[in-house]
């Protein structure tokens, strides 16, 4: 890691089905060029200058699925070093979204949306190194987790994490 550590700020949101047994995820299968295609994956996206996170993850649910997140949890944080396409750093904050307004969206410019059954997950294309802390985002825990998940050409290297 370079002594400059400037990671890109995001946010990923993991919106419940009022009943809580289903998820609503993004197949990313819009675009080739992205890093998440052919994958599931919660809803977010970067976090802008003029935003605090939870701004951002409203404003990222809002624009990807069409809805107004109301029951917000921060769940936990992820420090995704080499993530990037291109090798960039990512620090993200993990979310679930409990409660919400409005009428889902069925698919946006990155992909389509489902709402897949949480039961199923160990079906679902998600990236390796998220079944590492999934479970975490909807167990009954209220402490927030804080994950360090180093990448080295798209595949994660090694993970540790803390609760509190």
Same mark, same amino acid.
């Given at each position: 890691?370079?002594?400059?550590?400037? !990671?890109?700020?995001?946010?990923?949101?993991?919106?419940?089905?009022?009943?809580?047994?289903?998820?609503?995820? +993004?197949?990313?299968?819009?675009?080739?060029?992205?890093?998440? $295609?052919?994958?599931?994956?919660?809803?977010?996206?970067?976090?802008?200058?003029?935003?605090d996170v939870v701004s951002g993850m409203v404003r990222e649910i809002r624009e990807e699925a069409g809805i107004e997140p109301i029951?917000?949890?921060?769940?936990?944080?992820?420090?995704?070093?080499?993530?990037?396409?291109?090798?960039?750093?990512?620090?993200?904050?993990?979310?679930?979204?409990?409660?919400?307004?409005?009428?889902? +969206?069925?698919?946006?410019?990155?992909? $389509? +949306?489902?709402?897949?059954?949480?039961?199923?997950?160990?079906?679902?294309?998600?990236?390796?190194?998220? /079944? $590492?802390?999934?479970?975490?985002?909807?167990?009954?825990? !209220?402490?927030?987790?804080?994950?360090?998940?180093?990448?080295?050409?798209?595949?994660?290297?090694?993970?540790?994490?803390? /609760?509190?």
């Amino acid at each position: 890691m370079s002594a400059s550590y400037r !990671p890109i700020l995001g946010t990923l949101g993991y919106v419940m089905s009022p009943d809580g047994k289903e998820v609503l995820l +993004l197949n990313r299968s819009k675009r080739l060029d992205d890093i998440h $295609y052919g994958k599931f994956n919660g809803l977010g996206g970067k976090l802008h200058s003029d935003e605090d996170v939870v701004s951002g993850m409203v404003r990222e649910i809002r624009e990807e699925a069409g809805i107004e997140p109301i029951d917000i949890h921060l769940r936990g944080t992820i420090n995704w070093p080499g993530f990037g396409g291109a090798g960039e750093d990512w620090f993200g904050f993990i979310f679930r979204i409990d409660s919400w307004t409005g009428t889902v +969206l069925s698919e946006n410019p990155e992909g $389509y +949306l489902q709402w897949v059954a949480r039961s199923t997950f160990d079906q679902v294309k998600f990236w390796e190194s998220d /079944r $590492y802390w999934l479970d975490m985002v909807f167990d009954d825990d !209220p402490r927030v987790f804080h994950g360090h998940a180093p990448f080295l050409d798209g595949e994660m290297i090694s993970w540790k994490f803390h /609760r509190i």
